[in-house]
């Protein structure tokens, strides 16, 4: 799931409604409502609800930031993962999506970004480098030109 750290930690519950995710974001009070994948559904679906949030500790307690940092980074470790932070994934997510085909307004629905904010994620950082995207555009100039 794209969105901040904070968010997902006060996610309750009563937001996911098999298939889909909705809440609020803080930053900006957009609402977001996404369809939760098959890799995030199986989990949620399988996880023993100990308290009103999706997210708690070991004893069942809601999450804190730095019992989540904790987590992230013991997870990072075990997968050999040096120099990622849990917000790179919302970037990666926003190139993901660019290169699975999803337009502009898509990717912001799912990430709650603004059109700008994903046109600018993709345009500084992510697109130039990525050659899966240009050669994905090259396929679809391609398929057009061809008689």
Known sequence: MEQRQGDLLRLPWSAYETPYIRLRQSKGGRRVAMPAGAPLRTPLDATTRRGPLILTNTLGRPGTS???????????????????????????AV????????????????????LKDVEGILDAHYLGRDIQLAEAAVLKLEARTKP
Request: with cysteine.
């Open 66 to 92: 730095d019992g989540f940092r904790t987590s992230w980074g013991k997870t990072c470790e075990r997968a050999g993962i040096d120099g990622l932070t849990f917000h790179d994934l919302r970037g990666t």
């Open 95 to 114: 190139v993901r999506l660019a290169i699975a085909g999803a337009s502009v307004p898509q990717i912001a629905a799912v990430t709650g970004h603004s």
